[in-house]
């Protein structure tokens, strides 16, 4: 049985409750009574415990439980004088012996009510696999199944790189076929003929099992505001469709101008056409656009946790019709260099994978922001300071500079 719930909501009644309801191992689930020593056979049954899950479907290792064929029996708990130090021992483990690093790999521990300690590893269905165990002369590919895990032979090797080979092609795609749609307004909602930003969310795990989700759960979201589009300007509405589910912004004549829609598989779609991006002036409001992104993404983040998607997640941004625009800071409309515009209709934006929904939002964004104002003709973006914090006050920014420079020859 795969354990459903997100890593970090596993508390010590769960655990208490494999024990009560005799949940038995399986290809998704292991009990290990105690923590892997430093010896070298320690070692590689670690590492390989963990690429087989990682190369087959996901799992869930638990250190401090005692099992009889398969069986949990007691709750003895691990034995350490410091158990920090023994997290990052492990953690220091897979990151140097394992190759390529397992994205979302995490390790918790989690207190029980007589003060027994258990650590958990959360090991997702990995997208980069398959994952090899590379530890002094042993460099090995392993794969969990219901009997266990057992060493991957050359076709198994060979079907696990053809299939991670084609998933980003498989993402882009989806993006390109959006675009064109988006592009040509067959949307789930009319917008009017203008520029507009799009930003997909893909959740790796699903969008390759192609899994489906309980959307029941997204009337609620959306209600709470968790699921608002990137602008509000006059009222807010959702349904669900036959994609999933849609929110979606009215302005104030009542036409909408901003969505958000929730696929099926757990990707979202995010389209605005916001008071950002100025028609008649052909300027996109620099600031304005990064303070939504900054403060929106987080909020979808904490959907993803609501509907139980773990990271990593493929985070894939675009501007449509945007071609002779200029990019603006702040509020500062004299600042704007008359030769630098955008000089292309599509600004198609790199993906990135992004493994940590904690992080902060400058953290991951400062480099996609830097190439926006790239395709504008400029260097970076002017709202960052020496440091590599975002600047909030709007108010300062009409003191700074904008890039005095020539266009390139």
Known sequence: MLIQEPANSIDASAVVN???????????????????????????????????????????????????DGVPTAIPGVVTEDLDAEILRLESMARGSIAPRIPGLTMRTIELHDKTIVIHIRIPRSWLAPHMVKLQKHTRFYLRNSAGKAPMDYQEIRDAFAAASHIPEKIESFRESRLKII???????????????????????????????DLSGL??????????????????????????????????????????QVYRNGIFEIVDTGSYMDEGLKTVAGYMLEHRLMHSIPRYFSAFDELNINPPVFIMMTL????????????????????????????????????????????????????????????????????????????????????DESPAE
Do not use: C
């Not at 067959?186 to 390759?208: C, G, K, Q």
């Not at 449509?320 to 008359?338: E, I, P, T």
């Open 183 to 213: 592009d040509k307004r067959r949307l789930p909602v009319m917008f009017e003929h203008t520029p507009r930003l799009v930003l997909h969310i893909v959740p790796l795990a699903n969008f390759s099992r192609m899994q489906s989700l």
């Open 320 to 403: 449509l019709r945007v071609k002779h625009f200029h990019l603006r800071s702040a509020l500062h409309y004299s600042a704007v260099n008359a030769d630098l515009v955008f000089d292309r209709n599509t600004i198609v934006i790199p993906g990135f994978l992004l493994e940590n929904f904690s992080l902060k939002p400058e953290q991951y964004l400062s480099g996609i922001f830097d190439m926006i104002w790239n395709a504008a003709g400029h260097p970076r973006s002017p709202h960052f300071d020496s440091q590599g914090l975002w600047r909030h006050d709007q108010h300062r920014l009409l003191d700074l500079p904008l890039f």
């Open 18 to 68: 494999l024990l009560l309801n005799g949940i038995a191992e399986s290809k998704y689930l292991e009990y290990k009574v105690a923590l892997p020593g430093n010896e070298y056979e320690a070692r590689k049954e670690f590492l390989a415990d963990i690429t087989a899950f990682a190369n087959a479907e996901g799992g869930d290792i638990f250190f401090g439980i005692e099992a009889k």
């Open 219 to 260: 009337p609620a979201l959306a209600a709470s505001r968790i699921l608002e589009p990137l602008e509000v300007q006059s009222s807010m509405k959702s349904r669900y469709n036959i994609d999933g589910f849609l929110t979606y912004s009215l302005n104030k004549e009542n036409i909408p101008h901003s969505y958000v």
